[in-house]
């Protein structure tokens, strides 16, 4: 038996043994997608973590994704598959820069992505994705939204509500990296195919893009469109099930630089040891994960963004 398949039988054991369920990121690698229970973004991962029946939930990923699935299930162990994958754009907001910020506007309510600490979470009242920004702040009553950390998913939110979205300076790098002369370059290189970014892309980005949708968004839009060829501008592991699940579509990345680093720190290998030696786990104060939980609890009471045209 060849190494691989070692790990991966080792791994079917310890999920028996551990009573668990794997949730895997849309951009991990591809051997890790293979091994999932789920596949799916933060908002599919959510909700997910809530419906599964096991005792131990293992979350291949980063940090605050496993932080919001031990959020919303107190009762079950979450295991983080590698226990130093964290998100840098989650880091760039902690609860004292959020408290600055809420005093500079005491008449905002806050929206958070849900890349984001518990902590901070804790301190917002409503978490969003980037599958449903602009619903969950066009749920908010109040005008005046301040919107963490991210400042580009914030801008493409202010430009499809009427609302006044106050923006915080964080960003992912992976996403922010992409320039709009790259994209152009891409189109060049493939005239007629249909251009698909994420919304943490630069607004110049997306105002080059038939569309800005969420990894899960983008996988139904490449399924249900009768378009044959795309540009991806998103992390490099959504090409992975985008071609398993459209054999005769094509797929291409903008540039050969997105790539999250700690998305790629999860191996077969590391993911086993995790199992075997139940370590990593994520936990989150008991004060904290109360306030958190209503914060996404309010979210996942929201819709997802209407459906773009294909
Ligand atoms: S791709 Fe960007 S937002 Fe996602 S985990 Fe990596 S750094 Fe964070």
Redesign the pocket.
Known sequence: MDNLKQVRKKIAELKEELNAVILVHN?QRPEVQDIADFTGDSLELSRQSTEVNAETIVFCG?HFMAETAAILNPDRTVLLSEGSAG????DMINVDELREWKQRYPQASVVCYV?SSAAVKAESDICCTSANGVKVVESVPNNDILFVPDQNLGHYVSTQTKKNVILYPGF????HNIKPEQVKQAKELHPGAKVIVHP?CRPEVIDLADAALSTSQMLRYAKESPHNSFIIGT?EGIIYPLRQENPGKSFYLISDNQV?K??KKTTLEILARTMELRQNIVTVPEDIRVKAKQTVDRMLAVGENPKPPR
Not at 87 to 90: G, I, N, R, T
Not at 172 to 175: G, N, W
């Open positions: 951009y980063v998100c840098p754009m989650a890349n992912c790098y992976v996403h943490e992390e999250c700690d998305m």
